[in-house]
């Protein structure tokens, strides 16, 4: 039997490309958690049997070990000093049982993932899956490739490298030191200041080692223009006629701050009356062509020219790039490789409708080769790979295409060559001039039209002529303030300072968006919010450091050492932590500083909100705060609890809790198919129940139930055996769709329906009934709990005209043909699977706060 090699690409459709080119199309594709495709082949020259599959990103996410995931239970400064964990980043999808089965039987591992730092941790992610070793024969190789096209694809193959552990390493630090630094400062900020103000609108107060300077430069702007003040200034202009043109002068001293003076010398020129010419001169000038395209470029681009942002630009782009129409799109290099083959480029693109003619020109009059860039040593610059049209890929992915072909074809263009014309003129001892521009030479601004010389045609002078001033005025005008960040202007900050990667500048952007701490207005400018402003002026008076881009440019520099093995992983990390937790130290020990800023600009929790429901403790009505993140305050207990995140809350009948007193509210979700139910503030906070395995509002991940800002245990979750509200009294059966209840919907009617407690299936029940109930009867075949329905006279179904009727929906013949499923599976009859079971669902089904991630920050 052949021997068996196992390839992992980083994603599905690179899988499939790789299998297509070296199959030649003949191969078999089987199913699993990813797709596999299996084929004969050879391998450095042996008959092998391949088979080729793929993660979907990292396999793994680094989180804190299950007991610092509460935030009521942990210190933030104890998080410096946790234990992380590596968890497996997508548990439903079964990847690293995927590659763990896959690798069975296999000699030889090839990694096929993207050639970047964060695609060599996911190499070693992997190998640790696949249990892998570089022992008993079997071998670990590293395919290098920058596009998935047939010739880079067969080029890695028979280039094949060992993984960089150094990289890989480099990736593992950064996620330590962003994880825990910024969970300890956003625990910390979001739990101060979430518990004192009640208009933030904001559900997490987030802190990133590189998030907060990218709002930092935002701020900073933002103080520069609220701080600017305008100045007058006044400047000369002679207008003069010759050969019929009218020639505005522009003046050598430019502008003058005193009017004065600057009417003074209005009056010198004036008395004069001519301007005599003194210079003419004529200069070939160029324009440079731009050297190879990198991420920062097109995401400068994207956003300035496109209007797309950079977190949809780098998706489109990814996009692309997995079709095979471009090169890999996250590269730093401006520098094509001495073997690029431009020629064989320009030819896939020889036929396409749009550059085709322009692409001939350059094949017949000869391309030249592109301006020296950096190389950094990671990929070539981002260039097209097959032709397209917009048809083809729609319309933003088509501009962002296209912006790449024609940056492709500038670089291989002649520079655009103009002649420059200046005439100095002299008046009253005040200089003077005007300048015209010719184009001689197009050459890259045919294919790039946005950056052509603009033509200033201007008459034929005499070097000594006088000419008579037809007019000489003053124009007044006031100094202006610097406008408001652009995005572009952002990365290019960021980049200039370190502050991120090629592949996380997006991400950096996108968070302060998402965060409330800027709004993106007109011109894609960058606006800070009042919580923004508050933040980094907080950070400014204790320590300046924490927004300032020095810091992160540090790390990023000893990061880079890791990656090149000159700096050992763990010390740096050490290192890094141990400065942080001082900082953190201090800035707790200071946040009354940042809170005055605070209480100038946001309104206390008593002043906030609208009254709502009573306080079990004290019976005093509690406020209900909508601004995120939405939450119930009692101002005589001083008691902040939080609610369900965005939807609408109400008073559910003032029915109150049997366990605590307090009265019950009505969460419900927006849309025609948003579930509603019955919580009470004080158990959705505090679950009175052990073995609670999923609770409302929790990201689905591998980590432990934590208590978030949002998450918690409403009543269709509540396992009190005789409360009226509780899963044990509204569960009806076990969902079809995963283990979870299907819990009756106690306001929906008349268009009555249950809703799983765990997932997003639900069944509408008959539409119309005055009433449906549960009762306490169970059915003896499925055990699902017996139905009360009371029919409207009028559409009554059953046969005596009477409304009345009990049931079990799943084995009563008359109410399951009345019962309709949505987003889940076949609702078979008999399927109920017991009532304790599809009730409790599964108790050891682990989950954490979203905010607890470090994608988040």
Not at 735 to 747: A, F, Q, S, Y
Request: aromatic share 10%.
């Amino acid at each position: 039997m052949a021997p068996k090699v196992l390839m992992v690409a980083e994603k599905p459709s690179i899988a499939l490309s790789i299998a297509t080119v070296l199959s030649g199309g003949r191969m078999s594709t089987r199913r699993v958690s990813t797709e596999v495709h299996e084929f004969e082949g050879k391998f450095l020259g042996f008959p092998v049997l391949y088979r080729v599959t793929s993660v979907i990103g990292h396999v793994f996410s680094l989180d804190f070990h299950g007991r610092y995931q509460d935030w009521n239970a942990t210190n933030p400064l104890d998080l410096f000093d946790a234990p992380t964990v590596k968890a497996e980043s997508t548990p439903k999808a079964h990847i690293v049982r995927h590659l763990n089965q896959e690798a069975r039987g296999c000699g030889h591992l090839v990694l096929w993932l993207d050639c970047d730092r964060e695609g060599e941790n996911i190499c070693f992610e992997v190998i640790e899956s696949t249990g892998f070793q570089s022992k008993d024969g079997k071998k670990i190789y590293r395919a290098r490739f920058s596009s998935v096209t047939e010739k880079d694809i067969l080029n890695a193959m028979s280039n094949l490298v060992e993984p960089n552990k150094n990289e890989a390493l480099a990736v593992d630090a950064r996620q330590e030191i962003d994880l825990k630094v910024g969970v300890a400062f956003t625990r910390f900020q979001t739990s101060y200041f979430n518990g004192k103000y009640g208009n933030l609108d904001s559900r997490v107060i987030s802190y990133g080692p590189c998030q907060t300077p990218t709002l930092g430069f935002c701020v900073q702007r933002h103080l520069d223009i609220s701080t600017f003040k305008p100045e007058k200034f006044w400047a000369l202009h002679p207008y003069i006629l010759h050969q019929g043109y009218e020639l505005k002068l522009q003046w050598e001293r430019h502008r003058l701050f005193d009017s004065d003076t600057a009417h003074m010398f209005q009056n010198i020129v004036k008395e004069d009356g001519r301007l005599k010419v003194i210079r003419i001169s004529e200069k070939q000038e160029s324009k440079s062509r731009p050297s190879g395209l990198n991420t920062v470029k097109l995401l400068k681009i994207a956003s300035s020219a496109m209007g797309l942002g950079p977190q949809l630009a780098m998706q489109l782009a990814e996009r692309l790039y997995t079709q095979g129409y471009i090169s890999y799109p996250r590269t730093e290099s401006t520098a094509y490789p001495s073997s690029f083959d431009y020629k064989g480029t320009l030819g896939a693109l020889a036929r396409n409708p749009e550059f085709g003619n322009y692409v001939q020109l350059l094949l017949s009059d000869g391309y030249h080769k592109p301006r020296s860039g950096t190389d950094v040593g990671d990929h070539p610059p981002i260039t097209p790979m097959c032709s397209a049209t917009e048809d083809m890929l729609g319309h933003d992915s088509w501009k962002l295409y296209q912006y790449i072909c024609q940056h492709f074809l500038g670089t291989l263009s002649p520079e655009c060559k103009y002649i420059k014309r200046t005439v100095e003129f002299e008046s009253g001892g005040e200089s003077f001039h005007c300048v015209g521009q010719h184009v001689t030479t197009k050459g890259f601004t045919s294919i790039m039209p946005w950056l052509a010389v603009s033509e200033k045609n201007i008459p034929q002078f005499t070097e000594g002529k006088k000419i008579d001033i037809a007019r000489i005025e003053v124009e007044e005008g006031s100094t202006q303030p610097p406008d408001y960040l652009t995005e572009s202007e952002v990365i290019s900050l960021m980049e200039k300072n370190g502050i991120g990667t090629d592949a996380s500048i997006p991400v950096h952007i996108n968070n302060i968006c998402e965060r409330n701490y800027v709004q993106v207005q007109a011109g894609r400018r960058l606006v800070p919010t009042v919580l923004g402003i508050s933040l980094i002026r907080g950070y400014q008076c204790i320590d300046p450091d924490l927004c300032l881009p020095d810091i992160r440019s540090f790390i990023e520099h000893q990061i880079g050492l890791v990656a090149k093995g000159q700096a050992d992983h763990s010390l740096v990390v050490q290192h890094v932590i141990e400065q942080f937790r001082r900082k953190f130290t201090y800035f707790v020990k200071q946040i009354e500083d940042m809170d005055a800023l605070f209480e100038a600009e946001f309104s206390p929790l008593s002043d906030t909100g609208r009254v709502l429901s009573k306080c079990g403790k004290c019976l005093r009505y509690m406020k209900l705060i909508a601004s995120q993140p939405s939450r119930l305050y009692c101002g005589t207990c001083e008691e902040i609890y939080y609610t369900p995140q965005k939807g609408t809350i109400k008073l559910y009948k003032e029915l109150t809790c049997p366990l605590d007193n307090f009265e019950l509210l009505i969460f419900s979700l927006p849309g025609p198919e948003g579930k509603s139910f019955p919580f009470c503030p004080y158990c959705y906070n505090s679950p009175p129940f052990e073995g609670i395995g999923n609770l409302y509002g929790a990201a689905k991940t591998a980590g432990a139930v934590t208590l978030g800002k949002g998450a918690g245990m409403p009543c269709f979750q509540c396992p009190h055996p005789t409360c009226p509200h509780s899963m044990i009294s509204q569960g009806v059966c076990a969902c079809p769709e995963c283990d979870g209840t299907l819990v009756l919907d106690p306001v929906s009617a008349p268009k009555w329906r249950l809703y799983c407690n765990m997932c997003n299936c639900f069944v509408s029940l008959p539409e119309g009934a005055h009433r449906i109930s549960t009762t306490k009867d169970h059915c003896p075949n499925c055990d699902s709990t017996i139905l009360e329905v009371d029919f409207n006279k009028k559409t009554t179904p059953l046969k005596d005209g009477g409304t009345l009727h009990v049931g079990c929906i799943l084995c009563d013949e008359l109410l399951h043909s009345l019962v309709e499923m949505k987003h889940g599976r076949s609702f078979f009859r008999n399927r109920g699977r017991g009532r304790g079971r599809g009730r409790r669902g599964r108790g050891n089904r682990k989950q954490q706060d979203p905010k607890m991630s470090f994608r988040d920050f």
